[in-house]
């Protein structure tokens, strides 16, 4: 399995989480750095979603992806930008636990959409080691 971040600071988290664990048959790479042939034959899973649509797409693209899995978080700064909290309250008020993990196309269209409004305000990336970074870098420049 390779889990691909997009910011050094969740592969850092990464790495010492998966250090005090014995698993052996993860590898953590950024997504700057993962190159077509180490993809072959494997289980990706993404850590996150990258702020801009297209800076992912051009990376599914290039790397032949179909079909892409991303494990994110509500709290996260990119989910923020459409209404991440309300969501967790609603589930918070349904009893849900707070690390249950969802799955709906209503979520998949809103982070689209977040990552869209995004682009029409980003003219001149500035990179960032962290997805919060680069929110305040991009957004509140």
């Known amino acids: 399995m390779i889990i691909i971040c997009w910011f050094a600071d969740s592969l850092r988290h990464l790495e010492s989480l ?14 700057s750095e993962v190159h077509s042939p180490q993809l072959r034959g494997k289980t990706i899973i993404f850590a996150e979603h990258h702020p801009l649509r ?21 709290d996260e ?11 967790m309250d609603l589930m918070k008020g349904l009893g849900m636990q707070e690390d ?4 709906h ?16 305000k980003v003219h001149n990336e500035h990179k960032a080691i962290s997805q919060k ?3 305040e870098n991009n957004l509140h420049a």
């Open 105 to 120: 196309k209503m979520i998949s269209n809103a982070i689209v959409n977040a990552q869209q409004k995004i682009e029409n």
């Open 18 to 31: 998966f250090a005090m664990e014995t698993v052996s048959s993860v590898s953590l790479f950024m997504a």
């Open 100 to 103: 249950s993990m969802i799955e």
């Open 77 to 87: 700064p990119l989910f923020l930008v459409f209404g991440g909290e309300k969501i």
């Open 133 to 135: 970074e680069w929110m």
């Open 54 to 74: 297209k800076t992912e797409q051009d990376k599914f693209f290039q790397w032949g992806l179909k079909q892409v899995i991303v494990h994110s978080a509500l």
